[in-house]
């Protein structure tokens, strides 16, 4: 399949498509994983991890092989795991990692405010979408938008984003 293909499905709601392609790529995972002192079911969370972390990029990044961006990703992710490990205090086997729970707990942070920013958008309609989608993920200028999105003008589509920001601003006040 395709990157372009793949991407596609990703970013129109057809992900389990692209999940099913995209387990073809588990197997490189699982033995970087393994080889390196991991379990196999180490290996299928950090895939899963992998995944999860795909979606949300291709949404927000340009990315033209998401299956090396996958594998990467995991290898990453693997690779982390185990430097958070060597660094835990052993001392004894009740010994809290403060640094990971400090870790996990931004983390955690961090997904509720992107979880709370992709209701918002998806909130405010496909309009005010695609706007914050070219502009601040494509970095497209204002005339280009306004040219792909058929706004009469450059004006039009500045105003329009305008409001589309006022809006967000104005839903994420509420939900605080």
Same mark, same amino acid.
């Given at each position: 399949?395709?990157?372009?293909?793949?991407?596609? @499905?990703?970013?129109?709601?057809?992900?389990?498509?692209?999940?099913?392609?995209?387990? &073809?790529?588990?197997?490189?995972?699982?033995?970087?994983?393994? %080889?390196?002192?991991?379990?196999?079911?180490?290996?299928?969370?950090?895939?899963?991890?992998?995944?999860?972390?795909?979606?949300?990029?291709?949404?927000?990044?340009?990315?033209?092989?998401?299956?090396?961006?996958?594998?990467?990703?995991?290898?990453?992710?693997?690779?982390?795991?185990?430097?958070? &490990?060597?660094?835990?205090?052993?001392?004894? =086997?009740?010994?809290?990692? @403060?640094?990971?729970?400090?870790?996990? %707990?931004?983390?955690?942070?961090?997904?509720?405010?992107?979880?709370? @920013?992709?209701?918002?958008? @998806? =909130?405010?309609?496909?309009?005010?979408? =695609?706007?914050?989608?070219?502009?601040?993920?494509?970095?497209?200028?204002?005339? =280009?938008?306004?040219?792909?999105?058929?706004?009469? &003008?450059?004006?039009?589509?500045?105003?329009?984003?305008?409001?589309?920001?006022?809006?967000?601003? &104005?839903?994420?006040?509420?939900?605080?």
């Amino acid at each position: 399949m395709k990157n372009e293909k793949i991407i596609e @499905l990703l970013t129109s709601g057809k992900q389990e498509k692209a999940f099913s392609y995209l387990y &073809n790529s588990f197997p490189k995972v699982r033995k970087h994983i393994v %080889t390196n002192s991991g379990t196999k079911e180490d290996a299928l969370d950090i895939f899963q991890e992998g995944l999860i972390i795909l979606y949300r990029k291709v949404n927000i990044q340009n990315i033209e092989n998401p299956e090396a961006f996958l594998i990467k990703s995991c290898h990453f992710l693997w690779n982390n795991q185990i430097r958070k &490990n060597k660094n835990k205090l052993a001392t004894t =086997s009740e010994t809290i990692d @403060l640094e990971a729970i400090d870790d996990l %707990t931004e983390i955690i942070e961090k997904e509720n405010k992107l979880k709370q @920013l992709e209701h918002i958008v @998806l =909130s405010l309609g496909e309009k005010c979408k =695609s706007i914050f989608e070219l502009f601040y993920y494509q970095t497209l200028d204002m005339k =280009s938008i306004a040219i792909k999105l058929g706004y009469k &003008n450059v004006q039009t589509a500045k105003v329009q984003k305008y409001k589309c920001m006022e809006r967000a601003r &104005n839903l994420a006040l509420k939900n605080n």
